[in-house]
């Protein structure tokens, strides 16, 4: 029995396509999907959480099909939304006891069990009786994950984990989700950090407008590309890009090319800077990374990146109460 | 569905904590009573204090109930309620948690207030008034609390629901029989007045106080909470079974 399994999955918005007939057999493993902003992995998790009803296809967790068997559904899984909802009244302890009684967790000495182990997985044992509006931003995710998983859940969804934190806080939610994985858990996270879903997933999928277009481990997707030469230019790229060279985007005063071999092509390529006059600053040659594949997959940067964010921004205001 | 109960646990912890917050729902309504009471210059033949307690009551139950609808959105809003949704314990025991709530809070206010007002000159009255009064102020409680959380689950943001709360509370207060007696409203006040839920609930207590018989407003306010839980549970699940 595959943990996560989805067979031709469709939301459909309106006249919005927001996910299109995807495939997914996920089992056993930290499981990523990316994606731009709208790109439907939220709606894709909410979906396999019970929370949307597909328009079309099938998504079955731990065998349970999530139209049919919502409650099952909902008994094997455990769902981390993207903005922290942790009471800040209440203390570490009290929000990891509700969800364990709210889980269904009746009996009294087991729920305190339950409750104490979850918060000794997530290093919170010190900081049970304080309330959470004394935590860190990383300490908030990791009462979250403690919430999440009190009652043993074979599968959880996390849905961008380490959004807002810090480094060491990034680090550290990580090697929690790294220890459930080995645990025998089964995880499906979105994520928009490249370095992290290549450092931590087992397999990541890339979703663009709706569409998984690529799936597959990390290394395996990274090793389709060779090397990429990075160009620092503020004149953007050559008109004419030279054969053997492919030019992937211009991002923060870089121009980002990918090569089969990315020494040999990279003096072709200053020689196409200098025939049209173009200033190059400083050129690179490395091994690619899931950002490449990443942008090299979805295209060009959205140009909206800087609007306003109303998410981010209920995100910020849920933080500062 | 006895899941309920973790939600009004936690929402009650929630108050207890808000020093603020707490002070000011539990002094508030004594504030007005005593400026109702005993400043305000009026002309009645009788105890004024017996008249206008029970709709400083109800008054003050019809703010606790819309909290209902504000602590709906307030969840909605900053991603608890999906993540409530996704739990195994059924989802209409949120919305019975909320109501719960706010009825205990709007309860526990209530007692302040009776309280209060045999201090400053009220009369006093049988147990079965107080008990009575509470089961009143409850049914009512329930009333007001789904039509807060139906708004709330209709509505997009907080603003809107503040804007819809403030367009709603006077206008329902100021056209009963809260603060003037039904005898001395104008033709066309009585007509809104007899529309009105906080009338049934001013006119059951005060016949509890007075000996006569409650059981029409009783009977009016049962019916309903009943089918105002019937339309609150159906938007419920309609708002969250997408």
């Known amino acids: 029995m595959t943990a996560i399994f989805a067979q031709d999955l469709t939301k459909r918005y309106g006249d919005l396509l927001a996910v299109d007939r995807l495939n997914l057999s996920i089992d056993n493993e930290i499981y990523g999907l990316l994606g731009p902003n709208g790109s439907g992995k939220t709606t894709t998790v909410s979906m396999l959480a019970t929370l949307l009803a597909p328009t079309a296809g099938t998504a079955a967790v731990c065998g349970h099909d999530v139209m049919q068997e919502k409650q099952a559904v909902r008994d094997a899984i455990s769902y981390v939304p993207q903005h922290m909802a942790v009471d800040i009244r209440l203390t570490g302890r009290e929000n990891v006891d509700m969800f364990a009684s709210l889980y269904g967790i009746r009996d009294r000495a087991e729920r305190k069990q339950r409750v104490d182990d979850a918060l000794a997985m997530m290093n919170l044992t010190e900081r049970a009786d304080d309330q959470v509006r004394t935590y860190s931003g990383g300490m908030y995710r990791r009462c979250e994950l403690a919430q999440a998983l009190v009652h043993d859940p074979q599968v959880m969804i996390l849905d961008e984990p380490t959004v807002g934190l810090d480094v060491s806080s990034r680090r550290s939610v990580w090697e929690h989700i790294v220890r459930l994985k080995r645990a025998g858990m089964t995880i499906l996270v979105t994520t928009h950090q490249m370095d992290e879903a290549e450092r931590y997933c087992t397999r990541v999928g890339i979703f663009k407008k709706g569409v998984l277009t690529d799936e597959g481990a990390p290394q395996a997707l990274t090793a389709q590309y060779r090397t990429v030469v990075v160009i620092r230019t503020e004149d953007g790229a050559p008109s004419r890009v030279p054969d053997g060279a492919q030019f992937v985007q211009c991002e923060n005063g870089e121009a980002i090319f990918t090569a089969d071999d990315g020494a040999a092509v990279l003096p072709q390529i200053l020689a196409a800077y200098a025939t049209e006059g173009k200033r190059v600053f400083s050129s690179l040659v490395r091994q690619p990374t899931l950002e490449d594949v990443y942008l090299m997959t979805i295209g060009p940067v959205s140009t909206d990146d800087g609007a306003f964010d109303r998410n981010n921004f209920r995100h910020v205001m849920n933080r500062s109460r | ?242």
């Open chain 2, 1 to 242: 569905m006895y899941r309920f109960i973790y939600y009004v646990q936690r929402d009650l912890r929630r108050w207890g904590r808000a020093p603020l917050n707490m002070f000011a729902t539990m002094v508030m309504p004594a504030a007005w009573l005593l400026f109702m009471g005993l400043v305000m210059p009026v002309a009645y033949d009788g105890n004024y204090l017996d008249f206008v307690t029970p709709g400083i009551l109800v008054m003050t139950v019809l703010t606790s109930g819309l909290a209902a609808g504000s602590s709906m959105m307030f969840d909605k809003e900053l991603g608890y309620l999906n993540k409530f949704l996704a739990l195994p314990a059924p989802r209409e025991s949120i919305l019975i948690g909320k109501i719960v709530f706010v009825t205990i809070r709007g309860l526990l206010q209530a007692t302040v207030i009776m309280f209060i007002a045999l201090l400053i000159g009220a009369s006093v009255q049988s147990v079965w008034y107080y008990v009575g009064t509470c089961v009143i102020l409850a049914l009512f409680s329930v009333v007001i609390a789904c039509i807060g959380a139906t708004a709330s689950l209709s509505l997009h943001d907080y603003d809107t629901y503040a804007a819809f709360q403030s367009m709603v509370s006077m206008p329902l207060y100021f056209f009963s029989t809260s603060l003037v007696p039904f005898s001395s409203m104008p033709e066309w006040m009585k007509c809104i007045a007899e529309c009105n839920p906080l009338t049934y609930a001013n006119d059951a207590i005060r016949a509890l106080g007075t000996g006569d018989s409650p059981w029409l407003a009783l009977a009016v306010l049962g019916v309903l909470a009943t089918v105002m839980l019937l339309i609150c549970g159906w938007k419920f699940r309609r708002a969250t079974l997408n």
